[in-house]
């Protein structure tokens, strides 16, 4: 069980094939399709996250299809000099991949060859930090190209652009205050001369969730938009806050500040100039430590449109009301032209964690059609407005005491992996994780706490299990075409081409190829580190390259946090870039070689200290770098089963006294802990420890 607090929580044949060859092969037909894509620059270069402002995961390049992919292989790879983890979508431009990492590292690699041609890093000092800048720090989720310009985020607040052919910085950026609940682990976005960003609050219902945009010359800010209303003793900034307080309810300020992160989508439409900002949930996750006569508690688990240039608001569109599961809006937000009822309407598509898949009017935010496309256990269906129906049963704060299982788990069916879609089928493609969680409210846990058991499905329980899948939803038919199950449920997001085929990373490190129209396998091999990032595809000089990250995936928040769901414990190697062409030759980088866990230094501790520090843990955070059970998946951030603290003091100067805080390290300092506390911690590490050497508990696969 996990307890979350209100500061916590928060995957042949080896010949070269030359692209004339390759193409006449697979039909006459082919042969001007292909030359004219690959002079569209968008199949030459990979410069937007997601290939395209609609961000749609596609490149119309077919030289890697369905009939030769049996013939791709390793082209090269590389070790990527990060001790953190990958799993940006890597951006490429006139044959340099770019790829963004934690420290705000920015890598410029070679298409061709691999080799690093430079590289930027941010050695600011961050101990300032509240636990969220910490936290950003060690999370990153890429990059963005713009204006001759790679920009990136610190993790602490701050945003730097570099130039693309230097890596020299050219201007820095304060957008958050990481003093305060806030950090910054996504790609910025960027449209319209402008960066678009959004913070996080890491859950703890402190801070006031916003967006901000900045001149993509200077960094210059040029507008806020804030995801909740501010302090309600204080006046509003403006009506639309005023209207936006009324839905919260009585007393809710005193309750939670929000926080409605936008921690990560936010999609530009250059046909209408609007920024769709996905926002997060209202913290506490349970409804009942929020106001009792709450309503829409705007604009949390909503999907919110702004104009791009100004900020002002346009529409919003709530998909999940009385949130108690925390499934954020905040994730897979893309732009496709449909047709709907006989004509083709521009349309936002978003895939929230909350397990249902919506399209809207892109123009007005009108609800037009939407679907589950995973099993839920919190709602029935949606009705003509789009609300949920909801199921009694995903009520678990009606049954306190009670065991109750969230489905989807309260990080989602779908988080920040992308999502991708083939601009002619219609179909999009989901990375969907089916963690069903064990859910209770906890009397005794501290403020907002919930007891949780995110392994539940692996508990051995036939009712409920755990698994990934990659979902083929018809957003135009409003159902689900295909599924292909996969072992561990947090995987790699999504990229589609026009060679019929779905490419996605697994946690134990195959990038795989699915036949985009039947879900069947087509093609499989072990890169040697588990994936998290969307693999990215272009043309350059007749080769079709695919190229992916790869490593521990310390570099998502889920990744060490769920460690057991996002990696193997072979698949935990350090980052790596790898490029894939037909007829590669290169050998394949290796699996880690798994070391038995050491006994541990101290003896067994007293249980019912142990049960009070594994609380203690989850609710001061420490489970958000280090994982459950204390086992983070690598990089930077130590697996305390592999690494117990051997003595209380040790503990104590580490945890409470800092000293690994400062910038090499990296480890947030907790003044506030209790001696008790401590004590209490290096109990339940140093059982966690001993359990794990001794192969013992619920889940050690
Ligand atoms: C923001 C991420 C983060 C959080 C939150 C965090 N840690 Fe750490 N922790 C780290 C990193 C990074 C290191 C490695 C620092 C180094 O090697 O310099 C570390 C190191 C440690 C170590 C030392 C391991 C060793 O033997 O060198 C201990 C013990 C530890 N953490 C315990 C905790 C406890 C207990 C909490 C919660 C009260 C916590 N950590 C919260 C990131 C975090």
Not at 459 to 473: F, H, L, M, N, R
Request: net charge neutral; glycine share 12%.
């Amino acid at each position: 069980m996990s307890s979350i607090g209100i500061a916590s929580f928060s995957r042949s044949i080896r010949r070269m094939v030359p692209t004339v060859a390759a193409t006449l092969l697979s039909g006459a037909v082919l042969v001007g399709c292909v030359s004219a894509a690959s002079q569209d620059p968008r199949n030459t270069n990979w410069e937007a996250l997601g290939n395209s402002p609609e961000m749609q995961h596609h490149a119309d390049l077919s030289t890697i299809n369905r009939d030769n992919v049996g013939q791709l292989d390793l082209a090269w790879w590389v070790p990527m000099p990060n001790l953190d983890g990958l799993v940006g979508n890597p951006l490429i431009a006139d044959g340099v991949i770019y790829q963004g990492g934690p420290s705000a590292a920015i890598f410029a690699n070679d298409i061709k060859t691999g080799k690093l041609l430079w590289s930027y890093e941010d050695t600011a000092d961050f101990s300032k930090s509240s636990l969220s800048g910490y936290w950003g720090r060690r999370m990153n989720r890429g990059l963005a190209l713009s204006d001759g310009k790679a920009i990136i985020t610190t993790g602490d607040c701050r945003l730097v652009a570099v130039d693309q052919k230097t890596g020299e910085k050219v201007w820095e950026a304060q957008s958050c205050d990481s003093t305060q609940m806030y950090g910054i682990s996504a790609a910025p976005r960027v449209g319209a001369g402008l960066v678009f960003i959004g913070n996080a609050c890491m859950d703890s219902g402190t801070t006031r969730g916003f967006v901000d945009a900045l001149d993509v010359k200077t960094g210059k800010r040029r507008w806020r938009f804030y995801t909740v209303p501010g302090d309600p003793a204080e006046k509003q900034d403006s009506p639309l806050y005023d209207m936006a307080a009324k839905t919260w309810g009585t007393g809710w300020y005193e309750k939670s500040h929000g926080c409605g992160s936008a921690w990560d989508a936010m999609t530009y439409d250059p046909k209408l100039n609007l920024l769709y900002i996905g926002v997060g949930g209202p913290s506490p996750f349970d409804p009942s430590k929020r106001a009792a006569d709450a309503g829409d508690e705007l604009f949390t688990n909503s999907i919110v449109a702004v104009d791009a240039t100004t900020g002002e608001y346009k529409w919003h569109f709530k998909e999940t009301p009385h949130d108690g599961w925390n499934y954020d809006a905040t994730v897979g937000i893309m732009i496709a032209d449909l047709p709907v009822g006989g004509e083709m309407r521009r349309t936002v598509i978003s895939v929230p964690k909350n397990g249902f898949a919506y399209v809207l009017d892109a123009k007005t935010g009108k609800f037009i059609s939407g679907s589950a496309y995973t099993d839920l256990n919190w709602a029935k269906g949606l009705d003509d407005n789009g609300r949920p129906i909801l199921k009694p049963e995903g009520q678990y704060w009606l049954r306190p005491g009670e065991v109750n299982i969230a489905l989807p788990a309260l990080s989602g069916s779908h988080g920040w992996e992308a999502l991708a879609y083939d601009p002619e089928s219609h179909l999009v493609y989901i990375p969907n994780m089916v963690m069903p969680t064990k859910v209770e409210s906890d009397p005794k846990a501290l403020v907002g706490g919930l007891l949780m058991d995110f392994y539940y499905g692996s508990s051995g329980d036939p009712k409920w299990k755990s698994y990934g899948e990659v979902v083929a939803w018809d957003p135009v038919a409003n159902k689900v075409k295909w599924r292909a199950p996969s072992g561990l449920p947090i995987n790699g997001g999504l990229l589609h081409t026009s060679g019929g085929l779905v490419f996605q990373g697994m946690a134990d490190g195959r990038l795989v190829a699915f036949d985009a129209l039947t879900g069947k396998e087509l093609w499989s091999r072990q890169t040697g580190g588990a994936i998290r990032g969307a693999p990215s595809t272009v043309m350059v000089d007749g080769v079709q390259y695919v190229i992916v990250p790869t490593g521990n995936g310390t570099a998502a928040a889920t990744g060490s946090y769920f460690s057991k769901y996002s990696t193997t414990p072979q698949s935990r190697t350090p980052p790596r870039l790898l490029a894939f062409r037909i007829g590669g030759k290169a050998k394949y980088p290796s699996l880690a070689t798994v070391e038995p866990i050491n006994r541990p230094v101290a003896p067994r501790q007293d249980v019912a200290m142990a049960g009070k520090g594994k609380i203690i843990f989850e609710s001061y955070g420490c489970v958000d770098c280090h994982g459950m059970n204390a086992d983070a998946s690598g990089g930077r951030i130590p697996s305390l089963i592999r690494m117990p603290p051997s003595d209380l003091a040790y503990l104590k100067s580490v945890v409470q006294g800092g000293a690994l805080s400062t910038n090499g390290g990296g480890m947030p300092q907790f003044k506030d802990l209790t001696d008790a506390e401590a004590e209490a911690l290096f109990a339940y590490l140093t059982n966690e420890a001993w359990d794990a050497h001794e192969k013992k508990g619920a889940f050690r696969p």
